[in-house]
């Protein structure tokens, strides 16, 4: 079974500044390695997704690394803002693709 | 389209009550989960179906059960409640297995007293 590691559990980061969130997983894996955001009193939504053969995907203010030697890959908010304030999941699939296998979470406070 | 919708929102029982979590999505996926949150420990999978009739154990499948007798519907069960069941319950489903996108709902906050 696919383990996941997420850190650090909570950030606070000035408005404009850079929140940086880790994952490490344990099993090689082909889908997609997704994050998502959840705001209180919401479900998680979709941020952002990376394939396994890609470094790097690039959305607006949002970037995932993805070192797949290490099996490590990373959330990177640029110019972050109070409105960015959530907590983030990390995912990662099983090797067969069958679902998905959470981190435990990050709160993130970005104060104005 | 009304995504994913969770049914009750909030719901108090005792220890030893049964109940049933309703999870509807009008996108027509075939893919449907049922995950736990709790604080710390991030979301875990309970059961999952791959299509109607069908259903799957996730990681903390204990003291549940599902069924998906119909493809936009998937049932939660708790045959008698426990205070270790006291959690948050989200559904997602998605339109293929595991997937980059899962849609969740807005979830069921139960507490076992």
């Known amino acids: 079974q696919q383990q996941v590691k997420q850190s650090p559990q909570s950030l606070i980061v000035q408005k404009g500044g850079i929140s940086i969130i880790n994952c490490a997983y344990e099993?090689?894996?082909?889908?997609?390695f997704p994050w998502y955001q959840q705001f209180p009193g919401k479900g998680p939504a979709l941020l952002i997704a990376i394939r396994p053969d890609v470094s790097e995907k690039k959305e607006g203010r949002f970037t995932i690394s993805f070192n797949k030697s290490a099996k490590q890959f990373s959330l990177h908010i640029m110019d972050s803002q109070p409105g960015d304030s959530a907590t983030y999941f990390c995912?990662?699939?099983?090797?067969?693709?069958?679902?998905?296998?959470f981190g435990e979470g990050t709160q993130l406070t970005v104060n104005p | 389209n009304a995504g994913v919708t969770q049914t009750p929102k909030f719901r108090v029982l005792k220890t030893g009550q049964s109940m049933t979590l309703l999870c509807a999505q009008d996108?027509?996926?075939?893919?449907m989960y049922w995950y736990r949150q709790d604080p710390g420990m991030g979301l875990r999978l309970i059961h999952y179906?791959?299509?109607?009739?069908?259903?799957a154990k996730g990681e903390v499948p204990d003291g549940y059960n599902v069924s998906r007798l119909k493809k936009q519907n998937f049932l939660l069960g708790l045959e008698s409640a426990a205070p270790s069941q006291t959690s948050v319950y989200f559904c997602?489903?998605?339109?293929?297995?595991?997937?980059?996108?899962?849609?969740f709902g807005p979830g069921t906050r139960l507490l076992v007293l």
């Open positions: 995912a990662a699939p099983e090797t067969s693709g069958s679902r998905l296998t």
């Open positions: 997602a489903s998605s339109y293929s297995l595991g997937g980059q996108t899962q849609y």
């Open positions: 179906s791959v299509g109607e009739g069908t259903t």
């Open positions: 996108m027509n996926h075939e893919y």
């Open positions: 099993n090689t894996a082909f889908d997609y």
